[in-house]
């Protein structure tokens, strides 16, 4: 009692650690290969600010984080009544739905976190009176998480040009016919086939219900 009053003579230090205390640690970060996807894969999204524009990505690079949950507490009745909260949603493990990237809002994907168990739990009682009790509980998980590279913009196609040519050479064959497919709708949100009666081909959103507008040009090849 003497110590404590000399050191702290207003009994005014603030504390420094409040109980119990939750802590956790990356110790970490192994290559997934097991989720591996095709590199070339990706995902796409709408551009809700142009209509002729949208987002693509291409598919993430699978990761396993590897960290600790350290559980600090005076008392094992306290410890017991936390760990009691955590360890039996991990059966085995605890899908959480994430939106990770925030230009693709409606891309979410489901990362697991699986309970690998937990250690010895250690026990600061033994010391003199300056020393702290300390009970720490420490429990490991891993989370099979995804790395994503970065978001790219790219025109969205609204005309199919086909050319068709005549002769059996590859260097300069004549062109005999071109048809030319745009996506076709009405200013009362019609889909058409008929490319006069058609809005700009710019205004036409990719959601839009609309039809197949087609003109050929040339006699060289007969459409039926």
């Not at 709408?46 to 524009?53: E, I």
Request: glycine share 8%; hydrophobic share 40%.
């Amino acid at each position: 009692m003497l110590s404590r009053v000399s050191g702290d003579p207003n009994l005014d230090r603030e504390a420094a650690i409040v109980l119990p205390h939750m802590g956790f640690e990356i110790t970490n970060i192994v290559y997934g290969g097991d989720r591996k996807l095709n590199t070339m894969g990706r995902y796409a999204a709408r551009n809700s600010n142009d209509p002729n524009k949208f987002y693509y990505q291409f598919n993430p690079v699978p990761v396993d984080i590897q960290f600790e949950l350290y559980i600090l507490c005076k008392n094992q009745l306290d410890g017991t009544r936390i760990i009691e909260q955590i360890i039996p949603f991990f059966t085995p493990d605890y899908t959480i739905k994430c939106g990770l990237i925030d230009d693709l809002p409606d891309h979410s994907v489901d990362i697991p976190i699986e309970y690998a168990g937990m250690g010895a739990i250690e026990d600061i009682y033994e010391g003199d009176f300056s020393q702290r009790k300390v009970l720490m509980y420490v429990l490991s998980f891993r989370m099979r998480a995804q790395m994503y590279g970065p978001v790219r913009q790219k025109a969205i196609i609204k005309y199919v040009i086909t050319n068709f040519r005549l002769g059996e050479q590859e260097d300069e064959p004549e062109v005999a016919s071109r048809m030319t497919v745009t996506p076709g709708l009405t200013a009362n949100g019609e889909p058409t086939s008929n490319s006069a009666a058609s809005i700009a081909v710019s205004l036409i959103d990719v959601n839009d219900d609309f039809g197949f507008c087609v003109e050929v040009e040339g006699e060289g090849v007969i459409f039926s």
